[in-house]
């Protein structure tokens, strides 16, 4: 993901989007998903992506991938996905 980042500035600015499953306080979700997403903003950096280029931000269980509660669902429901967020125009001998 860094390297694809890294060797795409057309993406423009990249959102790091934690998510949690349903099971704990909706606050104790929130916090949780922003800090999965931040500790992954952190690697990027570590691997050379500039952090001016990742916006974090944790959004708990409300974007659920599977709306079950079961453990399939849970399992799915936490990650942290990849949002572009502005492309830069193509300019000619890019």
Same mark, same amino acid.
């Given at each position: 993901?860094?390297?694809?980042?890294? %060797?795409?500035?057309?993406?423009?600015?990249?959102?790091?989007?934690?998510?949690?499953?349903? /099971?704990?306080?909706?606050?104790?979700?929130?916090?949780?998903?922003? /800090?999965?997403?931040?500790? +992954?903003?952190?690697?990027?950096?570590?691997?050379?992506?500039?952090?001016?280029?990742?916006? +974090?931000?944790?959004?708990?269980?409300?974007?659920?991938?599977?709306? /079950? %509660?079961?453990?399939?669902?849970? %399992?799915?429901?936490?990650? +942290?996905?990849?949002?572009?967020?502005?492309?830069?125009?193509?300019?000619?001998?890019?």
């Amino acid at each position: 993901v860094a390297a694809t980042i890294v %060797s795409h500035p057309e993406f423009g600015r990249v959102e790091v989007a934690g998510h949690a499953d349903e /099971r704990g306080p909706d606050q104790y979700n929130k916090d949780l998903s922003a /800090r999965r997403a931040a500790s +992954v903003r952190d690697y990027l950096v570590k691997e050379g992506v500039n952090t001016r280029d990742l916006v +974090v931000r944790g959004y708990g269980e409300e974007q659920p991938l599977i709306p /079950r %509660s079961d453990a399939e669902a849970w %399992s799915e429901n936490r990650r +942290v996905q990849f949002n572009i967020l502005g492309v830069a125009p193509y300019e000619e001998g890019q």
